[in-house]
């Protein structure tokens, strides 16, 4: 090989090329074979997906601090009202055979009146 030579490179989002040229940009060969090629890769993924889900449970999460939050906020008031509200609350999307606790014994699902 001469002394001089260029190596090209050019890189791709799924590939690499690379060549090595002379001074003339003749390609040049060793043992036989030219030098120059190239490597194809796989398509890379997007962190759509997992953002999507984090931002989805980040959602959640807030909800969820918020009702505790007004859960907090008015439990002394309405325990005196009603004090199962907040159980029948809780359980009020279950269907009525997974129900638990006073929520069962309720005949409407949230509200603890006779209509």
């Not at 090209?8 to 090595?20: E, F, I, L, M, P």
């Not at 325990?79 to 999307?93: A, K, Y």
Request: net charge positive; aromatic share 10%.
């Amino acid at each position: 090989m001469s002394e001089d030579y260029y190596i090209g490179v050019d890189g791709g989002t799924t590939s690499v090329g690379w060549a090595v040229t002379d001074t003339k940009y003749n390609i040049i060969k060793k043992k036989g074979e030219n030098l120059w090629g190239s490597r194809l890769f796989d398509e890379a993924e997007t962190a759509a997906n997992r953002r999507l889900a984090r931002s989805a449970r980040r959602r959640v999460a807030r909800t969820k601090r918020r009702i505790k939050l007004l859960e907090m906020l008015f439990t002394p008031e309405i325990v005196h009202v009603d004090p199962d509200f907040f159980i029948r609350l809780r359980e009020s999307f279950y269907l009525e055979e997974d129900k638990q606790g006073l929520a069962k014994l309720s005949k409407n699902t949230l509200f603890d009146d006779a209509s």
